[in-house]
């Protein structure tokens, strides 16, 4: 189809984004190289010297829980480690050989660093794999820095950290405004909201985002109620449980993923948020879910993170931990990222380059057009959803259909 218009977008009404914690892509789709070599995952000539000098390949050997403890080190100076392979020079090279060594700094055991290269096989990921291959998988969607989860998930936020790579809480900084700020004060206004989980995992961006604005926050349950009612907002932010703890009901056990939480728990959550839009024929054939993941979490990825615009912000080389600044000109460790929607061919698979800022761009285009101030990086980020509606190239309009899919996937929950 060379012309005309394009029906997916033109009834697009929600955009949903649930964003896990702490896995890399290799780590949980990294297998599906083997059935599609367009998806650039495992292959047997990937692997990382130990510390012994030993080459450790990538192995399908990921379990559950129980094997990443302790939690793999994902802090701004592991991850350069990891990336670097712990060269320090000035004209050093990325190589993504330091992931081993970085395990073992945290229990001194060689056996146990190699399990960092582990990968899950697909049959064990049936939720997120199942996705991935009938809907669009994303090649090339990073971190937005190469460092922990607040500061990355900043960049979903506001398309900017402002200069935080820790984990310390990022206060507002004008004058960048949220995604959820942005729409609610629109006009015409638009309707956004982010769930968190429950009071007890309540989220993380409560301490910045709050400021008055109660309408902007739900829960899971909220959430449900919400998709099952046809009242989602136009834009929805979804936090998963981020710790193990009792309810009047019983235990909620973490979904989140992070390691070592139970990974089976999240593709339980994942199935939740999209058989709840699914259930619904009308917001089901209306929205686009887009499923990613924070940060790699200290596990292993074979692809170098690319260069990218640098911020307005630059972190001190105290900052980092590794005696440089960071101009945030680089981008993280890549992670999973699967788009869902019924107007989606199956088995897309996207190569062009994405990050967390990559989030408010896209949300902000599709549905407010021109927004200014944003931060460089968020300005030069590509996005996921074109809202020029005449535009039927596959390869930028990734709901691409004339007519809607009825043979997307179901799960049991």
Aim: net charge negative; charged share 20%; with cysteine.
């Amino acid at each position: 189809m060379a012309n005309g218009s394009a029906p997916g977008l033109d009834g697009l009404r929600h955009i949903v984004v649930l964003m896990m914690e702490n896995r890399s892509f290799d780590h949980m789709l990294g297998s599906l190289s083997a059935d599609d070599p367009r998806i650039d995952g495992i292959t047997s000539a990937l692997s990382n010297p130990d510390t012994t000098g030993a080459k450790v390949n990538a192995q399908p050997l990921a379990e559950f829980q129980g094997q990443l403890d302790p939690d793999p080190d994902h802090h701004f100076p592991a991850v350069d480690l990891q990336i670097f392979g712990g060269d320090t020079s000035d004209n050093r090279t990325a190589n993504m050989s330091g992931f081993v060594k970085s395990y073992f700094n945290q229990r001194r055991d060689v056996q146990h660093s190699q399990k960092i290269m582990y990968y899950f096989p697909k049959e064990k990921l049936p939720v997120l794999t199942t996705l991935a291959t009938e809907f669009a998988v994303f090649n090339r969607w990073f971190a937005s820095i190469p460092g922990p989860t607040i500061c990355n998930r900043a960049f979903a936020h506001y398309g900017t950290s402002f200069g935080r790579v820790d984990m310390n809480l990022v206060y507002i900084n004008e004058p960048f405004k949220s995604i959820y700020s942005r729409l609610i004060n629109a006009s015409p206004k638009h309707t956004s909201k982010l769930y968190y989980y429950d009071v007890a995992s309540s989220t993380m961006e409560i301490v910045n985002l709050l400021q008055n604005q109660p309408e902007l926050f739900g829960t899971f349950d909220q959430f449900l109620g919400d998709c099952s009612k046809g009242q989602l907002p136009d834009y929805s932010f979804i936090e998963p449980n981020y710790s193990d703890h009792d309810t009047d009901s019983g235990e909620e056990l973490a979904n989140d993923q992070h390691p070592d939480h139970n990974v089976q728990a999240g593709e339980m959550y994942i199935a939740q948020v999209y058989m709840a839009i699914k259930r619904n024929p009308a917001l089901w054939a209306s929205t686009a879910l887009l499923v990613v993941y924070d940060e790699h979490g200290g596990i292993y990825d074979h692809v170098v993170p690319p260069a990218c615009q640098a911020d307005q912000f630059t972190a001190t080389a105290n900052d980092t931990g590794t005696g440089r600044e960071f101009k945030f000109d680089r981008l993280g460790v890549r992670v999973p990222a699967v788009l869902i929607s019924p107007w989606i061919q199956k088995g897309t698979v996207v190569d062009r380059t994405f990050d967390h800022a990559s989030i408010p761009a896209t949300v902000t285009k599709f549905f407010m057009g021109d927004y200014a101030p944003r931060s460089p990086r968020e300005k030069n980020a590509d996005v996921f959803l074109e809202p020029n509606t005449q535009l039927v190239d596959s390869n930028r309009n990734l709901l691409s259909l004339t007519s809607m899919r009825n043979d997307c996937p179901e799960f049991d929950v």
